[in-house]
């Protein structure tokens, strides 16, 4: 085994741990809440933090790992959420609204550092000359990423029913903090760290090429979040009458799926040196969104529509997810490549916090149809964006 595939292989598992965690614990506190009558829009606004931090660490975290190495910013991240999941095991008369925002907020932090630094590390470990071995370690990263994520999610439910709120975010804790203690030893010392100091205002990317991709992924993961993160789960559990466990095991499936998709995208998607494959498959993702609304305003069986749906959707968004996941680390400078990686994560964070915000209000006021055109217009937003992107060549130049 060489020394790249050792490392790629440490950061590969410290991601699959921290993931694992943040799924279960996105499963825990939107269940949770609303179990305790919380309103869909209040339960989008505990994650208002979560999202907004992850927008400021990604443009810190990106300085931090050109300038102290990749491999502390990875166990920054790791250490942050043992001490986000430490505040929220406390007696219920503690977990309030600003407290749980808190922990989030510092989940949200913990979370970017380690994605910043695990998908920046993978571009010190490929020359630049191998692009298809570069897309398919991406892919996999990313793909057995999301299938954790998945099983987080599933984890989030069974662990709320079986032992509660509180005895969850305990056994996550510990279970993450021997993770911790392992990667102190594993990860490689000086990863990432860039030859030349980069100063504080080089955070702000000039690459046409990361700007065009890191506003394109800004409208497409905010085209996700506004019907995924609060409107659908709520949606499941109020008009579908599915209890807790369903709704954690079938979201669950749907994100190891899409995982799945994700690792194989570079069969799919076949050679990336062109931009088209970004511009066709997010044209093509557009047009499911708009077509599950048009079906519930028709009155077609809910069950069919949306089920069928969220799946070819997760399919399509896979791919889209993945094919930008390459092209930021294709694009990314190889000194200092957490500055461009820290960037377009920003936008992916901002994305987030926009489809979030805008999934409690919408779904709460307008339904669950809204959300799903919004969705579309997004997509269509990004796909549009797409074509702007420069072909590879032109854009490493």
């Known amino acids: 085994m ?5 490392q790629y292989l440490v950061i590969t598992g410290n991601y699959w ?9 996105r499963m825990l506190v939107v269940l949770h809440f609303h179990q305790l009558g919380y309103s869909p829009l209040d339960i989008a606004l505990l994650f208002i933090f ?19 190495g990749l491999n502390r910013t990875m166990n920054l991240g790791l250490f942050l959420q043992i001490l986000a999941l430490g505040m929220l095991a406390v007696p219920a008369a503690v977990l309030t609204v600003p407290w749980v925002m808190a922990a989030q907020a510092m989940s949200g932090i913990a979370k970017d550092l380690n994605k910043m630094s695990a998908k920046s590390g993978i571009k010190l470990l490929v020359s630049d000359g191998e692009q298809d071995r570069l897309y398919k370690w991406v892919a996999i990263l990313t793909g057995s990423k999301n299938t954790l994520k998945g099983v987080g999610f599933f984890l989030g439910g069974v662990l709320l029913m079986a032992v509660g709120f509180t005895g969850a975010v305990i056994i996550m804790g510990v279970a993450l903090g021997l993770v911790w203690l392992a990667s102190l030893f594993l990860l490689k010392q000086e990863l990432g760290k860039s030859k030349a100091k980069p100063k504080f205002r080089e955070i702000l990317s000039k690459s046409r090429a990361i700007n065009v991709l890191s506003a394109a992924r800004m409208f497409l993961f905010g085209a996700r979040d506004i ?16 209890d807790f466990w369903k709704v954690g095991g079938f979201m669950a499936t749907w994100v190891i799926g899409y995982g799945f998709i994700q690792t194989i995208a570079p069969r799919i998607t076949g050679n990336m040196e062109s ?18 609304a048009a079906g519930l305003m028709m009155g077609w069986s809910p069950q069919y529509v949306v089920i069928g749906g969220l799946l070819l959707f997760g399919v399509l968004f896979a791919i889209n997810s993945s094919l930008h996941s390459y092209l930021i680390i294709s694009y ?19 994305g987030r916090l926009l489809g979030t915000i805008l999934s409690g209000w919408v779904y709460q006021v307008y339904g669950l149809e809204a959300c799903l055109w919004i969705s579309a217009g997004l997509v269509a937003m990004a796909a549009l964006l797409s074509l702007m992107l420069p072909q590879r060549h032109e854009a490493t130049a």
Do not use: C, Q
Not at 2 to 6: F, G, K, N, P
């Open 332 to 350: 990314a400078r190889g000194d200092g490549v957490s500055l461009d990686v820290g960037f377009y994560y920003m936008s992916n964070a901002a």
């Open 275 to 292: 931009k088209g494959p970004a511009v066709l498959w997010a044209a093509a993702l557009a047009l499911v969104p708009a077509a599950i």
């Open 50 to 68: 979560y999202e907004f931090f992850g927008v400021v660490t990604n443009l810190v975290g990106g300085y931090l790992g050109a300038r102290i």
């Open 17 to 25: 741990a921290f993931t694992l965690t943040d799924g279960a614990l």
């Open 2 to 6: 060489t020394a790249a595939l050792r």
């Open 227 to 242: 019907w995924f993160v609060v409107a659908l789960p709520v949606y499941l559990h109020t008009v579908f009458g599915w």
